[in-house]
């Protein structure tokens, strides 16, 4: 069953503008992977969150952590027409420390 | 330091005929992830192998579909008497430890069955 469910599915904003994503899951986690895939190539590794953290930044981006609430949001600040992409959350749980579980995924346009 | 490799990166075959699928991780990685994905939507997990070991293949069709990870080689994913059903991008991911460590993922094979 999906664990990762991301919303919006999709998003187009100027660039320039701050860009946020958000990912659900259903069960208690070990950590929250945030990859992005441009069309037609496989997936890059953005940011990985523990489940005892609550924030981390990478550049442009910040990812947010909310064990209570099983949500996890990225934010991409300053867009840049090279951030069109898909983003997606991937999750692994207590019951397996290698099985990553996929959302479908947010599709991100920048205008510019 | 190459990344992962996957080839071929489309393969086109007729309904009956077997598709292989190779994947070459990263140097120094000895796990290995075989993914499929539908045009819009996530991954789903297929198999996982170590070398010359599957470890979990619960996401794998247990008909038609086998992997493997050899000492020397690639990994393959074969998929024998394709039908349409299969048309879809494969994509291969490799890790250094199998436990919680960020992927590194291949350009995927886009088969397609006509």
């Known amino acids: 069953s999906q664990q990762g469910e991301e919303d919006p599915q999709a998003l187009s904003i100027q660039e320039g503008e701050n860009a946020t994503m958000n990912c659900s899951y259903k069960?208690?986690?070990?950590?929250l992977q945030w990859y992005r895939q441009n069309s037609g190539r496989g997936l890059v590794h953005l940011i990985l969150?523990?489940?005892n953290e609550r924030e981390k930044h990478s550049g442009r981006l910040r990812v947010t952590l909310d064990t209570s609430k099983k949500s996890s949001s990225l934010l991409i600040t300053a867009s840049r027409a090279a951030d069109t992409a898909s983003y997606f959350c991937?999750?692994?749980?207590?019951?397996?420390?290698?099985?990553?579980?996929w959302g479908a995924g947010t599709k991100l346009i920048i205008k510019p | 330091n190459a990344g992962v490799m996957q080839n071929p990166r489309h393969l086109v075959r007729r309904r009956g005929q077997e598709a292989r699928l190779r994947c070459s991780p990263m140097?120094?990685?000895?796990?290995v992830y075989w993914y499929r994905q539908l045009p819009e939507e996530g991954l789903k997990f297929m198999v996982y192998?170590?070398?010359?070991?599957?470890?979990?293949e619960s996401g794998m069709p247990k008909e038609r579909f086998s992997a493997e990870f050899p000492k020397e080689g690639p990994s393959i994913l074969r998929i024998q008497q394709v039908v349409r059903g299969d048309s879809a991008a494969y994509f291969c991911?490799?890790?250094?430890?199998?436990?919680?460590?960020?992927?590194?993922f291949g350009n995927g094979t886009r088969l397609t069955v006509t």
């Open positions: 991911a490799s890790s250094p430890t199998g436990n919680n460590s960020p992927l590194h």
């Open positions: 140097k120094g990685h000895s796990h």
């Open positions: 192998l170590q070398k010359e070991n599957i470890i979990d």
């Open positions: 069960t208690s986690i070990n950590n």
């Open positions: 969150i523990r489940s």
């Open positions: 991937a999750t692994t749980t207590m019951d397996s420390n290698y099985q990553l579980i």
